[in-house]
C-alpha cells in the first residue's frame, strides 16, 4: 500500500505473485533473486536452484548476484512454455519502470531465465539467466512438468 494507505498497481501485482503455485518458475527465479540480493551470498542455497549441469557456468554466482544488484528489475508471472517442451519455462525479465501490471507481454526483456522442469533433484531448477535456450540444447530429463493457468506456448527459441 502507499504510504496514504490506498491500495496500488504493485499491492496488486503483488497479490497475483503470492497467488502462484509455490513451485512455480516465477517464484524459483524470485527466491534465486532473493538469495543474490542478500547481505552473504549463499552458494550452498544458490547452487540448489540450479541445474547440475550449469553448475561450473554459475561459478561462485557473482557475476549472477551482480546482474541483480546492478539494476532494478522486474519478472513475469507468466511462464513461457515453448511448444513441445513442456518441462521448459522461460520467464521474462523486465526493467522495472514503475509498471507493476501490463495487459500486453513487454517487449524490453534485459533477459529470460531458462527453467527446467527436474523432478528428481526437486523441480524447477534455472539453467541460465540471458537469452533463452532451445530446449534441444538442455539437459531435460523429463516429458511433463507442472502446467499452470497463465501458462502461455511460444515457439522454441533457434539452436545456438
Known sequence: MSDDGAWTERDDAELIFEGLHDEHPSRIVAAFAGLCLGDALDTLRLTY????????????????????????????????????????????????????????????????????????????????????VNPAQLPRTADEAPIYANDSHVDAPPLE
Open 49 to 132: 536452484l540450479v541445474t547440475p549441469e550449469s553448475l561450473h557456468q554459475w561459478g561462485d554466482f557473482r557475476a549472477g548476484a551482480s546482474f541483480f544488484m546492478d539494476q532494478a528489475i522486474s519478472m513475469s508471472t507468466v511462464a513461457l512454455r515453448p511448444r513441445g517442451a513442456e518441462d521448459v519455462a522461460y520467464i521474462k525479465i523486465v526493467p522495472d519502470d514503475g509498471s507493476y501490471l501490463s495487459s500486453t507481454p513487454r517487449q524490453d526483456p534485459i533477459a529470460y531465465a531458462t527453467l527446467i522442469w527436474r523432478p528428481e533433484i526437486g523441480g524447477w531448477k534455472i539453467h541460465r539467466i540471458g537469452e533463452p
